[in-house]
């Protein structure tokens, strides 16, 4: 479609600007190691390899929650490796961060702004609060559940001691950056303007924190950007209308998850919400579909950078082990919407 006045319409800029705001506001508090720190002092709480994870992947399950999956896994993975390479359980170490990845993945689905693409679906049809939790809730129970069961599993009750480190916060700083992120989170949930935060964040960062600003994930606005292009053009063309209608009229929940295999979810969001109104099914789709292939969600090739980065000669066993989790994950929430919900 050869652009014209209706490309304006494509972009969704509340759902650009709060993703900017929070986002932002967690590079602050990350920069200021808050949530290293956060993370630290409850995973001092365990003595032993099992609980130490679990700890690590409760703390990954709500900080996506709060901080969205990406920024999560960033912030959290990074403690992963430190705990077990300082105690020598390295051994740990694939399994421990592909449970992550899928606690972040999954952890996310609860709140609007805990994934990219439920903070554009919430905006996009205007999903009541309430009516949010109460379609994620049951899958999100069951993936808390899922991942615990794992952790007991694979993971043994192996004696741990993690060295004492301390980290003193800027009062000041971090009472200001808490107080930013508690008006983005206002702001998703449309209490006041967007367009308030687009101007206070950027102004308080500017003067406290420069380098938050730069350190924005802004490859993955401009994915947004994008696709908001690419979706609202192929919206316009009438074969595809049919096309996708067709398919997402007999099944929008598996058609929906099968296609992030592909595309990954924020795009499969995006594109599928344009041909559509099911976004009961539409959300649940996305978030589940987040787990199988290693392209399935932007959170899961950080993970696998982050991985590789740190352990050398493992690639091909961690893929395999990956994907084992993965689709063990999603078959079993796509069975459990299809036949229990």
Known sequence: MPPDKEYVGYFDFKTLSCLFCVLAVVCALKNIRFFYLLAHSVVRLFKNARMSVMALLYITFIGSMLIANDMALLTFLPLGYIVLEATGEQK?????????????????????????????LYSKFNIPDGEFVAIMAPSFLLSIAMITVCCIIFIKPEP?????????????????????????????????PYYIGLIVVPIALLILDRKALKNVDYPLL??????????????????????????????????????????????????????????????????????????????????????????KGMTRRYILEFSAFNFAFLITLILFNTFVI
């Open 222 to 311: 401009l994915t947004f950007v994008f696709f908001f292009i690419f979706a609202g053009n192929m919206a316009r063309i009438e074969q595809v209308r049919e096309f996708f209608g067709a398919l997402l009229s007999k099944n929008t929940l598996v058609f929906s998850a099968l296609s992030c295999q592909f595309i990954s979810n924020v795009p499969s969001a995006i594109l599928l919400s344009q041909f559509t109104e099911n976004y009961r099914e539409l959300l649940v789709g996305v978030n589940i579909g987040g787990t199988g292939t290693l392209i399935a969600s932007l959170a899961s090739l950080i993970t696998f950078r982050e991985f590789t980065k740190r352990q």
């Open 160 to 192: 741990l001691e993690i060295a004492e480190e301390k980290i003193a916060l800027p009062p000041v700083r971090t009472a200001i950056y808490l107080a930013l992120f508690a008006l983005s989170i206002i702001i998703v949930f449309r209490v006041i």
């Open 92 to 120: 740990y170490m694939a399994k421990t961060f592909i449970l992550q990845n899928i606690a972040a993945n999954l952890g996310g689905m609860l709140t609007p702004f805990g994934n990219p693409q439920n903070l554009y």
